[in-house]
């Protein structure tokens, strides 16, 4: 163990021998970041070991990812492994392999290496920082022997990266004040779910309820006074005891969508929590009220309605939404009362916007972005409005041996054509995406020409005006592809949602907490929709986006993030929290 001002205050050659552990057989690493000292924080050492990865030259950095050991491979058995490898591997049990899961390592081993020509890599410490299961370690080898080998190239030196992050924790004895706890409770909640196979969460479930429960217990626990309200609302405040003071509020969903991950919603509800208990712990208040919110409804699963969390405390719960009933025949009215809460107490739930200083939002990208650039936490500029539309295309089923190629009327043939329509005009626009999600030929048959499809539409940008034109420029397209293919088209919209925009002086203030952590400020769009989407309507919000692991998945169980990451974003919030300036 060693400590920064160590670090900062010896020669080159000291430097690189106390970090020679951190990156395997590679000290041309800590031999160029010595020239970006002195460090402030040990997320500026890490940032600058990083720097000098990526500065490397491309044959530099298959150097690197050669020079680590092949997991339970030669070296392990031969006990040439590092110190920190040896360790690493060990405490995952990889030692302890049964002969099944050693022959399938060492044949795993063998194909990655004839594929990519390198050793696969993965911190196989988790997220949490605790070792994973071998079945994890071999389910993930799996999963990647299928990636191509450029993007399996940028993985490994991304799992190098993480690796180093949990030495150099090691090194310097850092000790995560809120990540670890974060990472735990998602564990926690992502054990009530619906479905014994995966986490499934949905409005006002059994499982729901249970961990609204656990929520309101946790918030509780850190000092503050809880509420759940008519719709399945979790609300805690944290008071301040100061006469007249407003609130800042925060939080976001606990639902989730089917077979979904850990973090999507849930972190922007655990973190905050996280940082009260702090606050509460040292006797610290803040100068305003600060209000924690766990949105019970975001995604839709149960009764196809969104956002009825956060329009609830906006005043805009649709009450002739309590009709709708789910795929049992229950109505969401029954559900409520069913859930011990009074559907007459629901207008109360609206907040008074005159009482708000604004609203922020932590949330994980679901998108590669910020993994992509190595960046931990982005600045959200606004989140995208979006356009979405059913399309039934109607053609003439006819026989596929018989009738000429130049005599169809194909409609899954025009479907194909507005899928490569809607990508090609998409592709031309900053912060403008387009997708076919679902495409449906009715009735189809190997050797009958389709004579009807059905396809969606989703139109995303931060622009409403550059996503209006892309919409007009995409229908006009259907109507023209239809018309020379002699396609009947039926479209209908079934969305149309403005984008809402960041407040500009709740972005700067996030931004220069971001920067005081010794991070860049980096800003980008949302292309998913969120809770703040709702609360925009009655006052000012902003978003603080997280890095998600694995390529960017989420609405999916791969969804992850380290607890490192939680841990500076938690330092930032707070940070911004003691610094918060109402808007003038």
């Known amino acids: ?83 920190e490898s040896t ?46 299961t071998r079945q994890h370690i071999i389910a993930t080898f799996t999963r990647r022997l299928k990636q191509q080998r450029g993007d399996e190239m940028a993985e490994c030196l991304r799992q190098i990266k993480r690796i180093a992050e949990l030495r150099v924790n090691a090194l310097l004895d850092c000790q995560l004040e809120f990540g670890p706890t974060i990472m735990q409770w998602s564990e926690t909640l992502a054990g009530w779910s619906d479905s014994p196979d995966n986490l499934t969460c949905a409005y006002l479930t059994e499982a729901h309820i249970q961990s609204a429960a656990q929520l309101a217990e946790w918030m509780r626990a850190a000092g503050m006074q809880v509420r759940i309200d008519a719709v399945g609302n979790v609300a805690g405040r944290y008071l301040s005891p100061l006469p007249g003071a407003k609130t800042l509020m925060t939080g976001s969903h606990y639902d989730t969508v089917r077979n979904g991950g850990k973090y999507d919603g849930r972190l922007g509800i655990l973190l905050p929590i996280a940082i009260v208990q702090h606050l509460h712990q040292r006797g610290e208040t803040l100068p305003f009220h600060f209000e924690i919110v766990g949105f019970a409804e975001e995604e839709g699963v149960r009764f196809k309605s969104t956002f009825l969390g956060s329009n609830a405390v906006t005043g805009r719960f649709d009450l002739s939404l309590l009709e709708q009933t789910d795929a049992d025949g229950v109505s969401m009215r029954e559900a409520i009362a069913a859930a011990g809460h ?24 679901q998108g590669p972005v910020l993994l992509e650039r190595d960046l931990a936490l982005g600045v959200v500029t606004a989140i995208n409005g979006s356009s979405r539309y059913l399309v039934e295309l109607g053609g003439l089923a006819s026989h596929a041996g018989t009738t000429p190629m130049t005599m169809r009327k194909d409609a899954a043939a025009a479907a194909a054509e507005i899928v490569l329509l809607v990508e090609r005009r998409c592709g031309s626009g900053a912060s403008l995406v387009g997708t076919v999600g679902q495409l449906h030929v009715p009735g189809g048959s ?13 139109i995303r940008a931060a622009d409403d005006a550059v996503r209006l034109a892309a919409v007009a420029d995409i229908l006009d397209g259907i109507a023209a592809i239809c018309a020379r293919r002699q396609i009947d088209a039926d479209v209908k919209q079934i969305v149309s949602a403005s984008a809402a925009p960041c407040a500009p002086w709740l972005m700067r203030q996030l931004g220069e907490a971001v920067e005081r952590a010794g991070l860049p400020r980096f800003e980008l769009a949302s292309g998913a929709g969120h809770d703040a989407m709702a609360m925009a309507a009655v006052t000012d919000v902003a978003m603080l986006f997280t890095r998600c692991g694995n390529g960017g998945i989420s609405h999916n169980p791969l969804e992850t993030m380290t607890a490192d990451d939680a841990d500076i974003a938690a330092q930032v919030l707070l940070d911004f929290l003691r610094r918060f300036q109402p808007k003038a």
């Open 1 to 83: 163990m060693t400590t920064l001002t160590e670090l900062n205050g010896c020669d080159q050659a000291s430097f690189i021998e106390h970090l020679r552990g951190i990156y395997e057989h590679s000290p041309w690493i800590p031999e160029r970041a010595f020239a970006w000292r002195p460090f402030a924080s040990a997320t500026a050492l890490k940032q600058a070991l990083q720097r000098a990865v990526n500065g490397a030259s491309v044959d530099e950095q298959l150097g690197l990812i050669r020079a680590h050991p092949e997991l339970a491979g030669k070296a392990a058995i031969a006990g040439e492994l590092t110190a």
């Open 87 to 132: 360790d690493e591997q060990t405490k995952s049990g990889l030692n302890l392999c049964s002969a099944d899961e050693f022959a399938a390592l060492q044949r795993l081993n063998a194909d990655y290496n004839a594929k990519f020509g390198f050793p696969f890599i993965l911190a196989v410490k988790g997220p949490d920082g605790n070792g994973l």
């Open 342 to 365: 009074d559907v007459g107490a629901i207008p109360a739930i609206a907040r008074d916007p005159a009482d708000l200083l604004g609203y922020v939002e932590v949330h994980i990208e």
């Open 446 to 458: 190997v050797n009958v020409i389709p004579g009807a499809c059905k396809l969606s539409l989703d």
